[in-house]
């Protein structure tokens, strides 16, 4: 018999007047799921909110275990500070509430979403992340990309700097990184894809699927199947004991 989920607890930061803290969901696995045996935590994209990978939560966090859903900083009703738009910024929002999950976790980030779901994850390292899904997010400079308006200094730091680094030293530390790029995308170009399929990093795997940008979030897509066989892979459930 699966034992009863804890009672979520947190965040510590919770009751600090002067600490604002994003808006998320805390939502228990469900019966049936198998998932990889432990809590999830989701990112969206910009312009969207925690509700847009609901439907991996709900399909691959099992019963006993929670998936936190962040909405990121100026995504309503979360914060919007006037500036502290870096990805660290992001992922340093992500830390003030990651306590609510009381175990390792398997991070999943979509778009901007997968470049926080990195940060964050290098920073926390294996005592908090189980493992790190990244869904079609381009991770060299690319200062012709630079825009200016609303988005002016997300944009600069994200399109300024090279964060394929990043990768490797996850995988170093004994977390694996999947990398799903849809065939006809226009976030990461050939050479870089080329670049990462051709990746041999123990505990790496990238994976193209068929489909444009927005397909990697469609609930009746293959993301799902390719994250359950990434898990299978990498991170398998041990077999439950007979009671």
Same mark, same amino acid.
């Given at each position: 018999?699966?034992?009863?989920?804890?009672?979520?607890?947190?965040?510590?930061?919770?009751?600090?007047?002067?600490?604002?803290?994003?808006?998320?969901?805390?939502?228990?696995?469900?019966? #049936?799921?198998?998932?990889?045996?432990?809590?999830?935590?989701?990112?969206?994209?910009?312009?969207?909110?925690?509700?847009?990978?609901?439907?991996?939560?709900?399909?691959?966090?099992?019963?006993?275990?929670?998936?936190?859903?962040?909405?990121?900083?100026?995504?309503?009703?979360?914060?919007?500070?006037?500036?502290?738009?870096?990805?660290?910024?992001?992922?340093?929002?992500?830390?003030?509430?990651?306590?609510?999950?009381?175990?390792?976790?398997?991070?999943?980030?979509?778009?901007?979403?997968?470049?926080?779901?990195?940060?964050?994850?290098?920073?926390?390292?294996?005592?908090?992340?189980?493992?790190?899904?990244?869904?079609?997010?381009?991770?060299?400079?690319?200062?012709?990309?630079?825009?200016? #308006?609303?988005?002016?200094?997300?944009?600069?730091?994200?399109?300024?700097?090279?964060?394929?680094?990043?990768?490797?030293?996850?995988?170093?530390?004994?977390?694996?990184?999947?990398?799903?790029?849809?065939?006809?995308?226009?976030?990461?170009?050939?050479?870089?894809?080329?670049?990462?399929?051709?990746?041999?990093?123990?505990?790496?795997?990238?994976?193209?699927?068929?489909?444009?940008?927005?397909?990697?979030?469609?609930?009746?897509?293959?993301?799902?199947?390719?994250?359950?066989?990434?898990?299978?892979?990498?991170?398998?459930?041990?077999?439950?004991?007979?009671?």
């Amino acid at each position: 018999m699966t034992e009863p989920a804890p009672a979520p607890v947190g965040p510590y930061l919770r009751d600090v007047e002067h600490v604002a803290l994003l808006d998320h969901d805390l939502v228990p696995g469900r019966p #049936g799921v198998r998932g990889a045996g432990a809590p999830l935590l989701l990112l969206h994209g910009l312009e969207d909110d925690r509700t847009q990978l609901r439907f991996l939560s709900d399909a691959l966090c099992p019963e006993g275990e929670f998936a936190l859903l962040p909405t990121l900083r100026d995504h309503p009703p979360s914060p919007a500070p006037a500036w502290g738009y870096s990805p660290l910024d992001y992922a340093a929002d992500v830390h003030r509430i990651t306590d609510r999950l009381t175990a390792p976790a398997h991070v999943i980030g979509y778009s901007y979403g997968a470049l926080v779901a990195l940060v964050h994850a290098v920073a926390l390292g294996p005592t908090r992340v189980r493992s790190v899904v990244l869904l079609d997010q381009s991770l060299e400079r690319r200062p012709a990309r630079i825009e200016g #308006g609303e988005w002016a200094e997300s944009s600069f730091l994200k399109w300024e700097y090279d964060y394929t680094h990043l990768i490797g030293m996850l995988t170093a530390a004994g977390i694996p990184v999947l990398l799903v790029i849809p065939g006809e995308s226009h976030v990461i170009p050939p050479a870089e894809r080329a670049a990462l399929l051709a990746r041999r990093d123990p505990g790496f795997s990238c994976v193209v699927m068929p489909g444009v940008h927005a397909d990697v979030v469609r609930p009746d897509g293959p993301v799902t199947s390719i994250i359950e066989e990434f898990y299978a892979r990498y991170c398998p459930v041990p077999p439950k004991e007979n009671a």
